[in-house]
């Protein structure tokens, strides 16, 4: 059964750091797409981050600078560092993996698996 597990999100105040993590199971993630996506209470689902299969990434304006995604393909775990959180990154933070791994995407359609979702509030 192919699984996505996001872990790492949490409480914390504005301008500190968290990073997630996504892990893979029942496949192997170094053959996928893979894509950071946020959805925040009465908004539509937003793509934040992405990195294909090789190693290409791109972020949203709004984390850029910010926000850090990579990939260990040994550990078969995606991570998204998150640093100088605003509270306006507050959200459900989901992974999601591609079949299509050459993909630099952001586009939720483009994602055949999705995890359940980490919680982040950042307040103080």
């Known amino acids: 059964q192919l699984q996505l597990v996001e872990s790492g999100g949490g409480l914390v105040q504005p301008g500190g750091s968290l990073r997630l993590s996504c892990v893979a199971s029942?496949?192997?993630?170094?053959?996928?797409?893979i894509g950071w996506f946020r959805q925040a209470p009465g908004k539509e689902r937003e793509g934040i981050s992405c990195?294909?299969?090789?190693?290409?990434?791109h972020y949203a304006d709004s984390v850029k600078g910010r926000f850090t995604i990579s990939r260990d393909n040994a550990k078969n775990t995606v991570y998204l560092q998150m640093n100088s959180l605003k509270p306006e990154d507050t959200a459900v933070y989901y992974c999601?993996?591609?079949?299509?791994?050459?993909?630099?995407?952001?586009?939720?359609?483009?994602?055949?698996?999705w995890g359940q979702g980490t919680q982040v509030t950042v307040s103080s």
């Open positions: 029942g496949f192997t993630l170094d053959y996928y797409a």
């Open positions: 990195i294909s299969n090789s190693d290409h990434t």
């Open positions: 999601a993996a591609s079949d299509e791994g050459f993909l630099v995407t952001m586009r939720p359609y483009d994602y055949h698996y």
